[in-house]
């Protein structure tokens, strides 16, 4: 009886069990025998915060995430070993540049006390110069007071006979009867003293002098155009003509200094980047640095341009967007007829500071960051159109940076009629005296 009813309970549960199970999973009919032999499935509670791990984990995989999780002894001083290399060349790394910065500044010390012996010299040059004047001047000026005071003292000497003269004259009126008496003569008669035409040349050499103010100025115009250009020439670049961009009638020297004109075309294949109709060529590298100067020998030449150019330039017909100036992509400096000229986006103003002599070097400077372009007169240091942000009425807005890098850029221009054709320029060798 006990065992029946232990059998019964028995039942109850596995029945109770497989209904259980048949609410969670419902097996398809056609699900593989293996799911009724006692295998059981245990129900996920979306609820439950523990981790599910369906399958267990390999004792490879579990020693890796233990080896991960906690290092060993050797991989820590392994580590520990790395950092204090790092620490190291870290360290060693900051004594350098603490070591530069030191020289740097001592390097700076150096270079200061180089300038101010060069500008110490230069004062001693100039002082000496000056007192050398004042000197030649002191020496005029002792010369000119030694002949006025032999001339003065004749006149003092004539003026004490005179006055001897006067004495002797007044107490022979006075005495006249009694002279007559005596017989005694009249008194000495001094005769009148005339002013000696060589007296007005005893004077200061003023013409002497005025050839020194004239000398000591063009100097003094030299020196502060030598100055100007030396702090020009500090930025100066070279520049090396591009024969792919050349005209077929321009000649360039083997060194790419200079180019000429030449009556015929050279005989070659026409390039890309060549220009076909304007007699021009540009540079072969842009303008890099922040800063740049150069100079273009213009005296061989009666009509020519010198500028810069976008490499966006035309190179090819005779229209506008090929010249130089008669663009945006383009500003220049021209000789045209005996008329020197600065031209940008097809307008152009005239050169106003142009000296008496012919203009024989260009001075180019380019601030590139800042959007500024200056033409000089090299010679005189004379600034002959000066480019900038600025909003200009005659250039309308000539930029307000530039936008593409900047090529050098020289063209021969047209002579006037029965006038020979322009035949050489040349690319100046700068260096600081």
């Known amino acids: ?7 019964s309970v028995g039942d109850g549960q596995a029945t109770a069990a497989a209904s259980a199970q048949a609410s969670v999973v419902a097996p398809s009919p056609g699900t593989h025998g293996a799911l009724q032999d006692g295998l059981h499935f245990t129900p996920l509670d979306s609820t439950s915060n523990r981790d599910v791990q369906p399958f267990p984990r390999s004792p490879k995989l579990q020693r890796k995430i233990a080896s991960a999780a906690q290092p060993s002894q050797e991989q820590l001083s392994r580590r520990v070993e790395e950092l204090q290399a790092e620490r190291s060349k870290t360290e060693a790394h900051i004594q350098s540049l ?128 030598q100055l100007q250009r030396k702090t020009l020439l500090l930025d100066s670049s070279p520049v090396v003509i591009d024969r792919q961009t050349c005209h077929s009638q321009i000649t360039v020297s083997p060194d790419g200094q200079a180019m000429s004109f030449s009556e015929s075309a050279r005989s070659a294949p026409e390039h890309p980047l060549q220009f076909d109709k304007v007699c021009c060529a540009l540079g072969r590298a842009p303008v890099t640095a922040a800063q740049s100067y150069w ?39 021209e000789l045209r007829s005996g008329q020197l000229s600065a031209w940008h986006n097809d307008r152009h103003i005239a050169c106003q500071a142009v000296g008496p002599t ?21 010679g005189t ?24 890098p900047l090529y050098p850029a020289i063209r021969f221009l047209r002579p006037p009629d029965n006038q020979p054709w322009p035949n050489h320029v040349e690319l100046c060798h700068l260096s600081t005296p």
């Open 1 to 7: 009886m006990a065992e029946k009813e232990t059998l």
């Open 98 to 225: 603490k070591k530069r910065k030191a020289d740097l500044s001592r390097s700076t010390e150096v270079m200061k006390q180089q300038v101010r012996e060069r500008y110490e010299s230069i004062r001693r040059a100039l002082e000496q110069d000056e007192q050398a004047a004042l000197d030649s001047l002191e020496l005029d000026l002792r010369r000119t007071r030694t002949r006025l005071d032999q001339v003065l003292k004749s006149w003092k000497q004539h003026k004490d006979r005179v006055a001897k003269s006067i004495d002797g004259t007044q107490r022979a009126l006075s005495q006249s009867a009694a002279a007559e008496e005596e017989g005694k003569g009249p008194p000495e008669n001094v005769s009148p003293m005339k002013p000696d035409a060589s007296e007005q040349e005893i004077r200061l050499n003023d013409e002497r002098f005025d050839r020194l103010l004239k000398s000591l100025s063009s100097i003094s115009k030299h020196l502060r155009a």
């Open 295 to 333: 100079e273009v020998d213009v005296h061989c030449c009666s009509s020519w341009a010198v500028g810069v150019a976008y490499a966006s330039l035309g190179r090819k017909g005779r229209d506008k967007g090929s010249k130089l100036g008669r663009n945006r992509n383009s500003w220049c400096v």
């Open 358 to 378: 012919p203009l024989g070097k260009v001075g180019v400077w380019v601030n590139f960051d800042k959007g500024q372009l200056m033409f000089y007169d090299a």
């Open 381 to 404: 240091m004379a600034v002959l159109q000066r480019f900038s942000a600025a909003v200009t009425p005659v250039f309308d807005r000539a930029h307000h940076q530039f936008t593409e």
